[in-house]
């Protein structure tokens, strides 16, 4: 195989030719996002090997993540000719366990050194609780509440390079300059915290242990005590490439120094304006202090931009001014203005009125890009946080959206291992309630939903777990024998509990319950099911670790040390799941970095939100020790949520949309992140302004049903209430719109009125059963239960709220004079047609009998005064034709009145029902129940949706 053919690097600039051309020493790229750092790194990794003949295996490439590494070497890959040795391309981590494996004996480690997982480590800290001497950090109550933040905590101090010898100069600092009390106790606290981690450290070199912070923190150690092997290493070496090495750590720098020394052919690529994680120990210093470090260091500053349009750029680059002073830009006087090669729209900012009415427009927005023919694969949602897809997720369901969200859960929370986790609570905590009710209605059991809620809400009004409440409860029939031999299963469990492993347990629970079978056999015709049974058998591996350390391997043992993972937000990693070609991806920024899309979507952008809260660490890094550059706590916050705006921003190549709503529910109206008017250069728009109403209609109008069917997808068992029934008849396309897409609906204050009116009738009833009627008290709901919202003007409330008080005055006044009490009020009922699987559900006003016959009456508060009126209503009423049918279906008798009771003129409309309505109410239902089974959801044109798409759009 000749290595010998020239490489065309024709395509680049010349500033990008430079970089792939430099022969020997230190370089140094600082450059903005999308100007080809990771190209041109891949690019010279190849142009090493082929034009310089560098040996592939002396060439080596680190970068951060595992991702990032096989995405390096699949380019590098196609640009080396067939057959080349492998490359070095890996992640620093690897890189060390590499060395380590290799050398670590110099280091007195054994040969088989031994890397413990996370659980491990959690595991093992907890083993050693006793040895740590903790006092501060291990309350009485509960010592090991705090071994998930010490994990993490000793974790900076090995990012950091804080060894022990400064870390113990600090203290006696601390303790020189102590004032007060408060000195005295955080003297004596940072003491606890190097005692621990001194012993710490020492307990896992004599166990022969290391944890993943050492295969960094170790290497330095050993190429600082052993110049022979660092010679050794460094021999094998020739050229050294690293991206995103504005996220590089301390200890990650301090390998390279040692590695390259000043003068070795080290080449760096970053952006100091995305540097995102810094609080993982990354600092922006590094990249600062490159030119003191290193000698004869040239500088290439790339400024043509491949990826975005210029005018994304724009907007980006006047965001990112705002951390001026604290940048590269200003410090070093480059220039790090960016040109594009294209030119394309503005970036929009949508303003929804509600937050789920934003999630809808996106996921709208997003559906006719795809039936425009843009390639999902080329569409992103990004977001500041993972639980902001639990609004937009559901949204793109409901438009028939297919997404992907990038590893956003981590092993312990995918659905098919939690259970499994809960299961085990369950087995040994008896009071665990919470993990006893998943665990029931999950599909492992699949106890009744609605038994469990009710037992769930005695068990509460009792203050009793759920175990005891449904002990000493009586169900009936089927439930009362699935429960007995429910209970039966657990108390098995719990006697072997102590005899098996949790894994051993836990296997065993599955092969009872089948839960593993179940996945398994789906898996034949299912993907997901795949990855299930593939998340299932990590949980399994992830007991096994721990079992392989523990001294107690019970369930119980692993519950402790489950939770203490996820307190320390260190669950096992889930399987990685393809995205499939049809699928938009949906993930946070931070994993969003050095990639690109076509369209990037920022969801979500209000103050609060982003920039997000300033967390502060259970137990945080003192800065001097950090060794941050000097700006403030808050200032710095401010500066990183900065940046992480600036990478996704610089996501897309084309469209920029960013969203926000200022209505979340509750009272508070949200303001937009303040980054959305850093970038514009001008105020984000508001929901008032005209044009930026327009622009919500024209997206809202996208809404309207357009009577495609293709993935719709109706219900196996249809539920149906009178008033569903109803929309349906009148218009098709207002029932899917209210009821399929569930839109949301502006407030109404003529829900509320009605709402209230018909309590105000409800208490009145049960008053006058107990004997007396107090008219104050009634007129109280009208106080308790009024809302503002939706009203127009103060005066039309205020109209609207005599009417209300007038209204149940004249009622009393009007029953007062009847002695005829209903026999029934607010009267749930249910009743199926089975061939079609369908539920009419729903719940009758009152029910009088006089004599022998029965009358059906609803409440009604629109206006009617005119007795004929009322009576054609009551006779064309959907509504009181179910009802009839209900009764009938109830009791077998057909009603002899049905009854519209207009409470505020005190007119009544009057319909007796013959037999042969109600043939043709049950006819109606059917017809109703195949429409949306059919998926028939045409306009009738003559519903207010119909008439007014736009109206309804703009619920502000
Ligand atoms: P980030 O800062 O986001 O990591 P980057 O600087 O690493 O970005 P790349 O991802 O390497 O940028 O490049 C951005 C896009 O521009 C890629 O699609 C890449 O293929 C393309 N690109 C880079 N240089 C050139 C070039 N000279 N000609 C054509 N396309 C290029
Ligand atoms: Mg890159």
Request: charged fraction near 25%; proline fraction near 4%.
């Amino acid at each position: 195989m000749s290595l010998g053919g020239a490489m065309d690097l024709s395509g680049l600039n010349p500033a990008q030719k430079q970089v792939v051309e430099h022969g020997s020493g230190p370089v140094l790229v600082v450059a903005g996002a999308g100007t080809g750092k990771t190209h041109v790194l891949t690019m010279r990794v190849a142009y090493l090997a082929i034009e310089r003949k560098v040996p592939v295996d002396q060439i080596l490439a680190l970068t951060f993540t595992d991702k990032a590494a096989r995405e390096m070497e699949e380019r590098v890959d196609k640009l080396l000719p067939y057959g080349m040795l492998e490359t070095r391309i890996m992640t620093f981590h690897s890189f060390g366990e590499r060395i380590l494996k290799e050398f670590g004996h110099d280091l007195g480690l054994p040969i088989n050194m031994n890397l413990m997982s996370k659980a491990q480590q959690m595991v093992f800290l907890r083993q050693n609780l006793d040895n740590l001497e903790l006092d501060y950090y291990a309350p009485i109550g509960d010592p090991a509440s705090y071994l998930g933040s010490l994990a993490s905590y000793f974790s900076r101090l090995s990012d950091e390079l804080v060894s022990e010898s400064k870390y113990d100069e600090f203290i006696k600092k601390l303790k020189n300059h102590s004032q007060d009390e408060a000195d005295e106790v955080d003297s004596s606290r940072h003491q606890e915290l190097l005692r621990a981690y001194r012993h710490y450290r020492r307990l896992k070199s004599e166990a022969g242990l290391v944890d993943y912070d050492d295969l960094i923190s170790l290497v330095v150690e050993l190429f600082d005590q052993k110049p022979n092997v660092l010679r050794e290493v460094q021999q094998s070496i020739e050229h050294i490439l690293v991206d995103e090495f504005q996220d590089t750590n301390r200890s990650q720098n301090r390998l390279l120094q040692q590695l390259a020394g000043p003068k070795g052919n080290l080449m760096v690529v970053g952006d100091d304006d995305q540097s995102i994680y810094r609080f993982r120990g990354a600092a922006v210093a590094n990249i600062l202090e490159f030119t003191d470090f290193y000698q004869d260091v040239t500088t290439i500053v790339l400024t043509e931009n491949y990826r975005s349009s210029q005018q994304i750029l724009d907007n980006a680059y006047r965001l990112i001014q705002h951390n001026n002073p604290d940048r590269l830009e200003p410090q070093q006087q480059i220039n790090k203005y960016l040109t594009a090669r294209t030119s394309g729209p503005e970036p929009q900012v949508w303003v929804l009125p509600t937050y789920s009415l934003e999630a809808d427009a996106l996921a709208i927005d997003i559906k006719r890009r795809l039936d425009e023919g843009q390639p999902a694969s080329s569409i992103a949602v990004l977001l500041r946080k993972k639980n902001q897809a639990d609004i937009l997720a559901p949204a793109l369901r409901r438009h028939n959206v297919e997404y992907r969200l990038a590893d956003q859960l981590s092993l312990f929370e995918h659905p098919e291992v939690a259970i499994l986790l809960q299961v085990l609570q369950v087995v040994v905590d008896p009071l665990d309630s919470g993990s006893l009710y998943h665990v029931m209605v999950s599909n492992l059991f699949g106890f009744d939903l609605s038994f469990l809620m009710e037992q769930a809400s005695l068990a509460r009004r009792r203050n009793l777990t759920l175990e005891a409440q449904l002990r000493q409860s009586e169900p009936v029939g089927e439930t009362a024998d699935r429960l007995d031999s429910f209970f039966e299963l657990l108390e098995a469990w719990r006697r072997r509990s102590s005899e098996l492993t949790a894994g051993q347990l836990l296997f065993e629970i599955c092969e009872r319950t089948g839960y593993i079978n179940d996945y398994v056999k789906r898996s034949q015709s299912d993907a997901v099911a795949v990855l299930a049974v593939q998340n299932i058998s990590r949980l399994f591996a992830s007991i096994a670790e721990f079992e392989r350390v523990a001294t107690d391997k019970s369930a119980i043992g692993w519950g402790a040390v489950a939770e203490s993972l996820r307190e320390a937000g260190e669950s096992p990693e889930a399987v990685e799941q393809e995205v499939a070609p049809s699928e938009i991806q949906l993930m946070t920024i931070h994993k969003a970095k050095g990639l690109e899309f076509e369209t990037v979507y920022l969801f979500d952008l209000i103050k609060g939100s982003f920039p997000g809260s300033n967390r502060r660490e259970a137990i945080s890094l003192p800065s001097e020790l950090a060794g941050e550059l000097g700006v403030q706590p808050g200032e710095r916050h401010l500066q990183e949520e900065r940046r992480l705006m600036y990478v996704a921003m610089t996501r897309a190549k084309t469209n920029l949309i960013m969203t926000y709503s200022p209505d979340h529910g509750g009272k508070l109206r949200r303001k937009p992140s303040p980054f959305i008017e850093e970038a514009l250069g001008q105020p984000a728009p508001e929901l008032i302004e005209e044009n930026k109403v327009a622009i919500i209609q024209q997206e809202l109008e996208l809404f309207r049903p357009t009577g495609r069917k293709a993935s719709y997808s109706a219900p196996e068992h249809i539920f149906l209430t009178p008033h569903q029934i109803d929309d349906y008849l009148s218009c098709p396309a207002n029932f899917h719109f209210r009821h399929i897409m569930k839109v949301p609906e502006p407030p109404a204050p003529a829900l509320m009125y009605g709402t209230l009116i018909h309590e105000a009738i409800n208490r009145y009833f049960q008053m006058r059963s107990k004997g007396g009627v107090s008219e104050k008290d009634l007129l109280l709901l009208v106080d308790k239960l009024w809302a503002s919202d939706g009203f127009i003007s103060v005066g039309q409330e205020q109209k609207r709220r005599e009417q209300a008080v007038a209204t149940i005055k004249a009622f009393i006044k009007r029953q007062d004079t009847q002695k005829d009490l209903p026999i029934s009020t607010e009267r749930s009922f249910e009743f199926n047609i089975d061939d079609i699987n369908t539920t009419v559900r729903g719940r009758i006003d009152a029910i009088f009998q006089v004599g022998e016959s029965i009358e059906i009456r609803d409440y009604k508060t629109s206006p009617i005064d005119d007795v004929k009126k009322a009576d054609a209503k009551a006779k064309g009423s959907v509504q009181l034709a179910v009802y009839a049918l209900a009764w009938r279906q109830m009791t077998g008798v057909v009603p002899d009145r049905t009854v519209l009771d207009y409470v505020e003129t005190g007119v009544e409309g009057v319909y007796q029902p013959a037999a042969g309505d109600l043939e043709h109410t049950l006819k109606q239902i059917r017809q109703v129940a195949a429409g949306i089974r059919s998926g028939s959801f045409q306009p009738s044109g003559n519903c207010f949706y119909c008439s007014h798409p736009k109206e309804v759009k703009v619920a502000a």
